[in-house]
């Protein structure tokens, strides 16, 4: 079976090419890949190249797969794993391994490790230690695209997962951020601070009671407040803040929103250190700041009120991914109705892939969606219109993102699916 991909040689060296497969071994899968999102930890990698810790130190000979947040369908299953699993089964994988037989030990992922799954690819290798660990999850939804983004939404749903409280006397700590607590989110409308927010109005089994979300630009924060509306907040119990903090004194507006008491929660979605310094402020006593988004730089710094550590008993935590339930609660949500259109404003082709990942961090907007069977210049959902005076196929998506609320979904996914030789 021959393959088109985008591989990693080393630093800020990738190429799309066509080559071919292994056969499957018998604790194999050949799957074939529809739809990868475009993740920052791709820009990373593929500018640190082997230095990175997930990528191998023979990338040069043995060059790896990139993407990590792919959907698709099984096409062949080797004999081991065939009373779990069929041709035609829609599936996500959870890259996330925590497999020793790796090749690189605990640290190997699909989309970082191996010479032959990754999701910016037409058809992959699924290796034996995928389903080993349970990480290839059967997927039964219509479009493929909230599949791939259910690994995205996996890391927030952990971040979630991971902060933690303290009872004065016990050295146990509750895992969870504060059920009816006050959360905020610094920086919260990129990506994945758009997937966070999703998360925090949909999930069944708690919620704060007070959600603020931060940012300094204006048009971001008020695309966050129509995708994910004060008033369905309002719904689920939950009063929603969308606070732009490019004021003389953010602490003190935020600190005044939550009563002066500050917050039990505080997520930093920006590698800043003034972000940083900022949420340290506004913790209230026994607060939990997440560091979600991972610094490029290994010697990144930020100051920390050790008083606060001390006294009101703050404390510190850094996520980075999710874990396998956490995809599965990803993928159950989503069967429940939360959709994760939102996060997409673009739309390529595997041809798009190299420009898009080299250069992530200076393209406006939030997820960059690929169809890799799919030939596309990276498009802007909103320049679907403009692109539409001279091609059909741009027009008529973009009528199917207008009656969607703008956004990306099934139909729109079915009808460029069927209609992408007219680009």
Same mark, same amino acid.
């Given at each position: 079976?021959?393959?088109?991909?985008?591989?990693?040689?080393?630093?800020?060296?990738?190429?799309?090419?066509?080559?071919?497969?292994?056969?499957?071994?018998?604790?194999?899968?050949?799957?074939?890949?529809?739809?990868?999102?475009?993740?920052?930890?791709?820009?990373?990698?593929?500018?640190?190249?082997?230095?990175?810790?997930?990528?191998?130190?023979?990338?040069?000979?043995?060059?790896?797969?990139?993407?990590?947040?792919?959907?698709?369908?099984?096409?062949?299953?080797?004999?081991?794993?065939?009373?779990?699993?069929?041709?035609?089964?829609?599936?996500?994988?959870?890259?996330?391994?925590?497999?020793?037989?790796?090749?690189?030990?605990?640290?190997?992922?699909?989309?970082?490790?191996?010479?032959?799954?990754?999701?910016?690819?037409?058809?992959?290798?699924?290796?034996?230690?995928?389903?080993?660990?349970?990480?290839?999850?059967?997927?039964?939804?219509?479009?493929?695209?909230?599949?791939?983004?259910?690994?995205?939404?996996?890391?927030?749903?952990?971040?979630?997962?991971?902060?933690?409280?303290?009872?004065?006397?016990?050295?146990?700590?509750?895992?969870?951020?504060?059920?009816?607590?006050?959360?905020?989110?610094?920086?919260?409308?990129?990506?994945?601070?758009?997937?966070?927010?999703?998360?925090?109005?949909?999930?069944?089994?708690?919620?704060?009671?007070?959600?603020?979300?931060?940012?300094?630009?204006?048009?971001?924060?008020?695309?966050?407040?129509?995708?994910?509306?004060?008033?369905?907040?309002?719904?689920?119990?939950? %009063?929603?803040? *969308?606070?732009?903090?490019?004021?003389?004194? @953010?602490?003190? !507006?935020?600190?005044? =929103?939550? +009563?002066?008491?500050?917050?039990?929660?505080?997520?930093?979605?920006?590698?800043?250190?003034?972000?940083?310094?900022?949420?340290?402020?506004?913790?209230?006593?026994?607060?939990?700041?997440?560091?979600?988004?991972?610094?490029?730089?290994?010697?990144?710094?930020?100051?920390?009120?050790?008083?606060?550590?001390?006294?009101?008993?703050?404390?510190?935590?850094?996520?980075?991914?999710?874990?396998?339930?956490?995809?599965? %609660?990803?993928? *159950?949500?989503?069967?429940?109705?939360?959709? @994760?259109?939102? !996060?997409?404003?673009? =739309?390529? +082709?595997?041809?798009?892939?190299?420009?898009?990942?080299?250069?992530?961090?200076?393209?406006?907007?939030?997820?960059?969606?690929?169809?890799?069977?799919?030939?596309?210049?990276?498009?802007?959902?909103?320049?679907?219109?403009?692109?539409?005076?001279?091609?059909?196929?741009?027009?008529?998506?973009?009528?199917?993102?207008?009656?969607?609320?703008?956004?990306?979904?099934?139909?729109?996914?079915?009808?460029?699916?069927?209609?992408?030789?007219?680009?």
């Amino acid at each position: 079976m021959k393959t088109k991909a985008v591989r990693l040689y080393g630093k800020c060296d990738l190429r799309l090419e066509e080559f071919e497969l292994p056969q499957i071994k018998d604790d194999e899968i050949l799957a074939k890949v529809v739809s990868d999102s475009i993740c920052m930890s791709s820009y990373k990698s593929s500018h640190q190249g082997a230095e990175h810790k997930r990528v191998p130190d023979d990338i040069a000979e043995h060059p790896t797969m990139i993407g990590h947040e792919f959907a698709g369908e099984i096409v062949e299953v080797g004999s081991k794993w065939q009373d779990q699993f069929k041709p035609g089964d829609k599936f996500s994988i959870q890259p996330a391994l925590t497999y020793e037989g790796g090749p690189l030990g605990v640290l190997s992922a699909p989309g970082y490790t191996y010479q032959y799954i990754g999701g910016d690819a037409t058809y992959i290798v699924i290796p034996a230690e995928v389903m080993t660990q349970g990480c290839l999850l059967p997927y039964e939804g219509e479009a493929f695209y909230p599949a791939s983004l259910s690994e995205p939404l996996s890391c927030v749903i952990g971040a979630m997962h991971a902060c933690y409280h303290t009872t004065p006397g016990s050295y146990v700590h509750s895992m969870e951020i504060k059920d009816n607590g006050k959360l905020a989110l610094l920086a919260g409308v990129g990506p994945m601070g758009l997937a966070m927010i999703n998360y925090v109005l949909y999930r069944e089994d708690r919620h704060p009671s007070l959600f603020v979300v931060t940012d300094i630009d204006q048009a971001r924060l008020d695309r966050a407040a129509k995708l994910y509306t004060v008033e369905f907040a309002a719904s689920r119990g939950i %009063e929603l803040h *969308y606070v732009n903090t490019a004021v003389e004194n @953010p602490v003190e !507006l935020l600190k005044g =929103i939550s +009563g002066g008491t500050g917050y039990d929660d505080v997520v930093v979605m920006a590698p800043v250190p003034a972000v940083i310094e900022q949420a340290d402020a506004i913790l209230g006593f026994d607060g939990c700041l997440n560091f979600f988004s991972g610094p490029g730089k290994p010697d990144f710094k930020a100051p920390l009120n050790f008083y606060n550590v001390h006294y009101a008993a703050t404390h510190i935590v850094g996520t980075s991914g999710g874990n396998t339930d956490d995809m599965k %609660e990803a993928l *159950y949500l989503m069967g429940k109705g939360m959709d @994760p259109a939102g !996060l997409v404003t673009h =739309i390529g +082709g595997l041809n798009a892939v190299i420009e898009t990942t080299l250069n992530l961090p200076s393209i406006p907007g939030g997820k960059k969606l690929i169809y890799t069977h799919v030939e596309m210049p990276l498009t802007a959902i909103a320049d679907f219109a403009e692109k539409g005076k001279t091609n059909p196929v741009y027009a008529h998506l973009a009528e199917l993102c207008e009656a969607n609320n703008g956004l990306w979904n099934a139909e729109a996914e079915k009808y460029l699916l069927a209609n992408a030789d007219r680009l």
